[in-house]
């Protein structure tokens, strides 16, 4: 895109999905490799199941979700981005950096510490459990 016109309703559409209440957050969690409901609740915090699961659909009628059904016993689902939700990775990227350069000094603070734990969290649990396949390839973001 060349110019930035006044007003583009492809974007407007864009927005409206990507920006209503948390669902830029689950977009980030399953870029990151989220694929479980239980992991998307566990990932975000104060994000009730009932809201996660409206978001789900939401995003699954856009095309960015879909939905697999493991016939296991207990049933496994996962959500798994789609080629179009994949696209959003870049996306995501420059909107985190760009919080990241303009959050306030305790807020960069605040994140700074949720990251210590979320790795120390993940070294504990790897060391816990053997090397397993992953389900889905994180994507690589400060």
């Known amino acids: 895109m060349d110019q930035i016109t006044p007003y583009c309703p492809q974007f407007q559409d864009a927005m409206e ?3 209503r209440r948390w669902t ?3 977009v980030r969690a399953m870029l990151a490799g989220r694929t479980r409901f239980s992991e998307l609740t566990e990932t975000i915090p104060d994000l009730t199941d009932r809201l996660l699961s409206i978001r789900l659909k939401e995003l699954e009628s856009e095309g960015i979700v879909t939905r697999h059904v493991e016939p296991t016993r207990p049933v496994r689902i996962e959500y798994r981005l789609t080629d179009k939700g994949r696209e959003l990775a870049d996306v995501v990227i420059l909107l985190g950096d760009w919080a ?3 959050a306030p000094p305790e807020a960069q603070a605040q994140y700074a ?4 734990a979320q790795a ?3 070294a504990g649990a790897a060391a816990a459990r053997p ?3 992953a389900t889905a390839e994180p994507i690589n973001q400060t």
């Not at 510490?113 to 210590?116: G, H, L, N, P, V």
């Open 113 to 116: 510490a949720m990251k210590a």
């Open 100 to 102: 990241h350069r303009h």
């Open 17 to 19: 999905v990507l920006g």
């Open 24 to 26: 830029g957050a689950i």
């Open 131 to 133: 090397a397993e396949s």
């Open 120 to 122: 120390a969290s993940a």
